[in-house]
């Protein structure tokens, strides 16, 4: 019935003006949608509590192989990076983001709300590096007069698209190590970072090179979640207080491990973000034949073509995206992101319009 469902849906969308403005435009996997009607009836404890909360922690400890890990089931990123930060932070510590981190730009200054602020580091690539830390550690120095820097927040894959190296990430890991800084990965997309043709990171990698991170699952196929991951255990203690104080504590979590239980237990949560980067690198390899530029080189589901300005209006006579920055008088990059969901009818009718132009 889903099936025929869906099929039905695309059928009746196929005049319609397509979005590539994100990555969560539609519901979910038919899958999880068929988990939930199956468990529907079958009673559960409460508050993360729940057989399948459990059980999907349980999966993630044995993916990164490390038990003592602490999970955490809420329903979207900006709740998740609000309540990790403001839960680390003592009220004169503050955290540090690349200018495009999404703390920094798109989240109503909810960290700041907190009373706490937030360094914003100018990145090429939106990637943090230990000397972009340091520049800021360097001009805090007036201590007790200045706030002192103890959270560095990234992102991976970045806003931009950008993912981080195994490399890039152990140095940076090694340094906020010696710095006695905290590092917080937002993973709305590290699915799609870990499955981006050059990326060289394992999930069990990043858990271990991390204090906290997250695996989203709003923006890969869920309907709504993100699963927190503690690693550090100086951080786990007390963590669920926080979660309820913010108002993300479900009284019916299980709608969250179901979610996380399915995308995980045969990783078609890999498998679907790979999808979404596979599609987004047919459209990048179309407009690089067109001689197109990007404002940033990108392998995961995000691409950023440079394009000037009368182009942009053609494409979106039938599609729906984001124009992102105004490069000069006549170009500016758009954004586009596809998704676990995009079909390859839609890519093979935007690649014709991308020759056309």
Not at 65 to 94: M, W
Not at 153 to 159: F, G, V
Not at 289 to 304: A, H, P, V, Y
Request: proline share 2%; hydrophobic share 40%; aromatic share 10%.
């Amino acid at each position: 019935m889903l099936n025929l469902l869906t099929e039905n849906f695309y059928n009746n969308t196929k005049t319609m003006k397509y979005s590539f403005k994100n990555d969560y435009s539609e519901g979910c996997h038919p899958r999880i949608l068929e988990r939930l009607i199956e468990t529907n009836l079958a009673q559960q404890n409460g508050y993360g509590l729940d057989e399948y909360c459990l059980e999907a922690e349980k999966l993630i400890q044995q993916k990164i192989n490390n038990p003592k890990a602490k999970v955490h089931f809420i329903s979207g990123g900006t709740q998740a990076n609000l309540i990790v930060i403001s839960s680390v932070l003592r009220p004169h510590e503050s955290v540090v983001s690349a200018f495009t981190g999404h703390i920094f730009t798109n989240e109503s200054g909810a960290i700041e709300a907190t009373g706490h602020k937030v360094h914003g580091v100018e990145t090429a690539d939106g990637k943090l590096r230990p000397q972009d830390i340091q520049e800021v550690l360097d001009v805090h120095t007036n201590i007790p007069h200045q706030v002192r820097q103890k959270v560095v927040y990234i992102s991976n894959s970045t806003e931009i698209g950008t993912v981080y190296s195994k490399k890039e990430l152990q140095e940076l890991s090694d340094f906020c190590k010696g710095k006695n800084l905290y590092l917080f990965m937002d993973g709305a997309r590290l699915g799609h970072a870990l499955t981006a043709e050059t990326n060289d990171l394992t999930l069990e990698e990043v858990a271990q090179l991390v204090d906290v991170f997250y695996l989203g699952g709003t923006k890969n196929g869920a309907l709504i979640g993100e699963a927190i991951v503690i690693v550090n255990e100086k951080l786990q203690e007390e963590f669920g207080f926080h979660i309820k104080q913010r108002g993300a504590m479900l009284a019916k979590g299980r709608l969250l491990g179901i979610q996380f239980l399915e995308l995980l237990k045969d990783d078609l949560y890999f498998k679907l973000a790979a999808h979404a980067n596979q599609q987004a690198m047919k459209l990048k390899a179309a407009f690089m034949e067109i001689g197109c530029g990007f404002l940033t080189e990108t392998f995961s589901n995000q691409i950023f073509p440079v394009l000037k300005n009368d182009q942009i209006e053609k494409l979106y006579q039938n599609y729906d995206f984001y124009v992102w920055k105004k490069i000069d008088a006549e170009k500016s990059a758009i954004r586009l992101i596809t998704s676990w969901a995009t079909q390859d009818e839609i890519i093979e009718r935007y690649i014709q319009e991308i020759k056309k132009l």
